[in-house]
């Protein structure tokens, strides 16, 4: 028997095929991702159950992980932080002091940029005030300052608020990065913070552990008597910035870890735990 198949019934053959090896690698995909995630949920759940027989009330609900963050480089950068500077307080003049970089107003202030990533900006009164609204005012400014920012914090009365920015990168959170920013009356008085620039992805960087493995590391933080806690409201994925003395560092994987008698930065790296407010 002689079987004639044309060009185009061969095509649409060898399409076909294609396809149905296309979706049996997304089905095998899918059902791993599954798999992944019922074990990364059963494992916060086993290391709740640790934490409540140790006394430590928390739910599992309350555990919020982000996917693979990855520990990446950061070189200082004072392309980025002149333009902060001329953000705030317009065009400006640098003195470069060595690890200090001060940026200088003609009318309207002064801003200094330390090489472990802090800063201070000084303000003149009435340069920029809070007159459409000071949580308005400030998203204006960190958008001018091109700053990424997970979370805002309003706090103060009228004529002395304050706002904190945490800092983020790609949507998460940079917990040991943040920028205050104080008003005297209606005019922005000061701009306080930590930033971490020039970031860049390290191929070699080692990823964040599971969220079970970090729950054992809070328990063991407590066995350790550097956290004393009976219930613990939130655990929440993302990153600490490690700066050295010259403007090098990194920013790797953490967890803020929410309780009934603060928040703590546990170091996915390290174990280390530090009381952040």
Known sequence: MVIDLSVSRIKTITIAALVLVNVFFM???????????RSERLAVEDACAVLRLNGINISPENVRSVGALRTMRTERGHEAEEAIARAVLGPVEMTDMGVIF?????????????????????????IITNTKGTLRTVQSLLRDMKI?????????????????????????????????????????????GRYATGIEVAEDGATISSAGTAL????????REELESTEIKRVEAGYQFLSGLFGEGVIAP??????????????DTTGDIEFVQ
């Open 254 to 267: 953490a967890w803020l870890i929410t309780t009934d008698t603060g928040q703590y930065m546990l170091s």
């Open 102 to 126: 001060r940026y200088e107003g003609a009318q309207s202030g002064t801003a200094e940029f330390y090489s472990a990533g802090g800063f201070d900006i000084w303000l003149n009164e009435g």
């Open 27 to 37: 089905t095998v995909i899918v059902i791993d991702s599954i798999a992944d995630a």
């Open 216 to 223: 054992l590391g809070v328990l063991a933080a407590v066995k």
């Open 148 to 192: 990424e920012t997970s979370e805002l914090l309003l706090s103060g009365e009228s004529g002395s608020e304050v706002v904190i920015a945490v800092v983020a990168y790609k949507g998460v959170s940079i917990f040991n990065c943040m920028i205050e920013f104080a008003f005297n009356g209606e005019s922005l008085e000061a701009i306080t």
